[in-house]
């Protein structure tokens, strides 16, 4: 079995437009000991061997492949990944996304400067800020057309805030392979918000550092909201909303099966406050332009 310091795992199917630049996004890294691992879910495999061939001596070797004759999903495509090869760190770097060139260098030096942990701390992973990027894409070109903070307005992890909903990418965290042995791998009864679940369970048992710089590219697709080119947070929204509702569910029921305040409350509770916060966004931003609004000023002087 292959062994690097990083495992990089890939889930692709029928991308080779996106495949390529997170190809280059993995190569382009200044820190080079890493394996990547390609899995081709249920796409063509001639169209991903055609492309590797291109990077056969940029690999030298720091590739796996594997390819499902049918796709098993985004989870199981991942566990399969994880489970073909050796590491110290993995991390899921998936097809449409990509990483500065010091991505996995800053993350290296954080667990060098943060030794073993031996009891849940220092952490066990760390995570970037991420850069979200709108983009297009027309035939095999790829537009980038807007860029902005994803998640800058973090200052630590934590698991009460993580408990109202995902707040880093995938493409941002690294953690420590050690850690499937206690929290296990992601569900593969998940077609979405498996990042999430692994997540909170991660979070539940270890600490996640934060290095406060944009070194992740988390790229979106809105116009796209069918076919493979679209992203699932876009074109699977409603699916989004029905396995949120059942992760709370499931979560809140084992708490009470289990007499306990858990995991379930922190969960029920922090989705609540964030559907409030999300109704009353509009409204503070109406508030905010009428404070700055010279004539509403003029009128309530005029008036008082």
Same mark, same amino acid.
């Given at each position: 079995?292959?062994?690097?310091?990083?495992? @990089?795992?890939? =889930?692709?199917?029928? =991308?080779?437009?996106? *495949?390529?630049?997170?190809?280059?996004?993995?190569?382009?890294?200044?820190?080079?000991?890493?394996?990547? #691992?390609?899995?081709?879910?249920?796409?063509?495999?001639?169209?991903? +061997?055609?492309?590797?061939?291109?990077?056969?001596?940029?690999?030298?070797?720091? *590739?796996?492949?594997?390819?499902?004759?049918?796709?098993?999903?985004?989870?199981?495509?991942?566990?399969?990944?994880?489970?073909?090869?050796?590491?110290?760190?993995?991390?899921?770097?998936?097809?449409?996304?990509?990483?500065? =060139?010091? &991505?996995? +260098? =800053?993350?290296?030096?954080?667990?060098?400067? /943060?030794?073993?942990?031996?009891?849940?701390?220092?952490?066990?992973?760390?995570?970037?800020?991420?850069?979200?990027?709108?983009?297009?894409?027309? %035939?095999?070109?790829?537009?980038?057309?807007?860029?902005?903070?994803?998640?800058?307005?973090?200052?630590? #992890?934590? *698991?009460?805030?993580?408990?109202?909903?995902?707040?880093?990418?995938?493409?941002?965290?690294?953690?420590?392979?050690?850690?499937?042995?206690?929290?296990?791998?992601?569900?593969?009864?998940?077609?979405?918000?498996?990042?999430?679940? &692994?997540?909170?369970?991660?979070?539940?048992?270890?600490?996640? %550092?934060?290095?406060?710089?944009?070194?992740?590219?988390?790229?979106?697709?809105?116009?796209?909201?069918? %076919?493979?080119? %679209?992203? $699932?947070?876009?074109?699977?929204? $409603? !699916?989004?909303?029905?396995?949120?509702?059942?992760?709370?569910?499931?979560?809140?029921?084992?708490?009470?099966?289990?007499?306990?305040?858990?995991?379930?409350?922190?969960? /029920?509770?922090?989705?609540?406050?964030?559907? @409030?916060?999300?109704?009353?966004?509009? @409204?503070?931003?109406?508030?905010?332009?009428?404070?700055?609004?010279? !004539?509403?000023?003029? *009128?309530?002087?005029?008036?008082?």
């Amino acid at each position: 079995m292959k062994f690097a310091k990083v495992a @990089v795992i890939t =889930r692709t199917k029928s =991308r080779p437009v996106l *495949l390529k630049r997170a190809i280059e996004s993995v190569l382009g890294q200044a820190f080079q000991d890493w394996l990547m #691992v390609i899995v081709n879910d249920g796409g063509d495999p001639e169209e991903v +061997e055609d492309l590797l061939a291109t990077y056969t001596e940029d690999f030298d070797g720091r *590739l796996e492949v594997i390819h499902n004759p049918t796709s098993i999903g985004m989870e199981a495509a991942s566990n399969k990944g994880i489970k073909s090869v050796d590491s110290e760190f993995v991390v899921i770097h998936d097809d449409d996304d990509s990483w500065h =060139r010091l &991505f996995l +260098e =800053r993350c290296m030096d954080f667990f060098a400067e /943060n030794p073993y942990p031996k009891d849940g701390y220092p952490p066990h992973g760390v995570i970037t800020y991420s850069i979200r990027c709108l983009e297009k894409i027309e %035939g095999n070109k790829v537009t980038v057309e807007h860029k902005e903070p994803y998640n800058n307005w973090l200052k630590s #992890v934590s *698991l009460y805030r993580m408990a109202a909903g995902n707040v880093f990418s995938p493409i941002s965290f690294v953690f420590r392979r050690v850690v499937f042995d206690e929290i296990g791998y992601y569900r593969e009864d998940l077609p979405v918000l498996g990042d999430w679940d &692994f997540n909170l369970r991660f979070a539940s048992r270890y600490e996640i %550092g934060l290095i406060p710089e944009d070194l992740a590219y988390y790229h979106h697709r809105l116009t796209i909201t069918d %076919g493979e080119y %679209g992203n $699932s947070v876009v074109k699977d929204d $409603s !699916l989004h909303r029905f396995y949120e509702t059942l992760l709370c569910n499931e979560y809140l029921r084992k708490d009470m099966e289990n007499n306990r305040v858990g995991i379930g409350l922190m969960v /029920n509770v922090g989705r609540s406050f964030e559907i @409030v916060h999300r109704q009353l966004n509009p @409204v503070d931003f109406l508030s905010s332009v009428l404070q700055k609004s010279r !004539l509403i000023r003029w *009128l309530y002087n005029f008036f008082r």
